[in-house]
Antibody, heavy 121, light 108 residues
Framework: QVQLVESGGGVVQPGRSLRLSCVAS????????MNWVRQAPGKGLEWVAL????????YYADSVKGRFTISRDDSKNTLYLQMNSLTAEDTAVYYC??????????????WGQGTLVTVSS | DIQMTQSPSSLSASVGDRVTITCRAS??????LNWYQHKSGKAPKLLIY???SLQTGVPSRFGGSGSGTDFTLTISSLQPEDFATYYC??????????FGQGTRLEIK
């Protein structure tokens, strides 16, 4: 069965960096686009970034563009999110999500349990 | 960006009830509409995609309908495990994809 396991969250000071990882299993990782989605405390879901199956296309929410970078290593079945210049507004649970790739992108058929990022001094 | 508005924001219901949650888009999105269920501390779960297609493994008591700007998620007979927060999401105009603010379904 599909499994997505995120790691790398923690407490970080404003302006610092953090890298999240998501290890995938149970499907052919290299065949699917992948996403990061976050949920700030008490808020709803917010899509963050997508990477195509071959890594050639990357898309970002305006709120993270220029600060976050999504990448993948198919040899390790791992998705990454490099987060730089973090602010308190980036505090959230970050989920990786597999793309169903039906009618384009952005339908998330499997999600991880999430990793909490807290930006605080 | 396309704005998605769900109603109600919260809802109390009993086991066995029929429940309807609505989602309205700020412009037409054809049938590019998904529904997710999210329980606190758990991974969100895809219920319905393309407005009315039931995701594999999702019980048939869940149903979706609508097109254009108005959409509905219906649970035909509430079960104890259905109490959660539900989100709609548009994928018509992306990026960015946008979610509704959520509907919290609570036990009466």
């Amino acid at each position: 069965q599909v499994q997505l396991v995120e790691s790398g969250g923690g407490v970080v000071q404003p302006g610092r960096s953090l890298r999240l990882s998501c290890v995938a299993s149970g499907f052919t990782f290299s065949s699917y686009a992948m996403n990061w989605v976050r949920q700030a405390p008490g808020k709803g879901l917010e899509w963050v970034a997508l990477i195509s199956h071959d890594g050639n296309d990357k898309y970002y929410a305006d709120s993270v563009k220029g600060r976050f970078t999504i990448s993948r290593d198919d040899s390790k079945n791992t998705l990454y999110l490099q987060m730089n210049s973090l602010t308190a507004e980036d505090t959230a649970v970050y989920y990786c999500a597999k793309d169903l790739m039906v009618r384009g992108y952005y339908t998330f058929d499997h999600w991880g349990q999430g990793t909490l990022v807290t930006v605080s001094s | 960006d396309i704005q998605m508005t769900q109603s109600p924001s919260s809802l109390s219901a009993s086991v066995g009830d029929r429940v309807t949650i609505t989602c309205r888009a700020s412009q037409s999105i054809s049938s590019y509409l998904n529904w997710y269920q999210h329980k606190s501390g758990k991974a969100p779960k895809l219920l319905i995609y393309a407005a009315s297609s039931l995701q594999t493994g999702v019980p048939s008591r869940f149903g979706g309908s609508g097109s254009g700007t108005d959409f509905t998620l219906t649970i035909s007979s509430l079960q104890p495990e259905d109490f959660a927060t539900y989100y709609c999401q548009q994928t018509y105009s992306a990026p960015p994809v946008t979610f509704g603010q959520g509907t919290r379904l609570e036990i009466k």
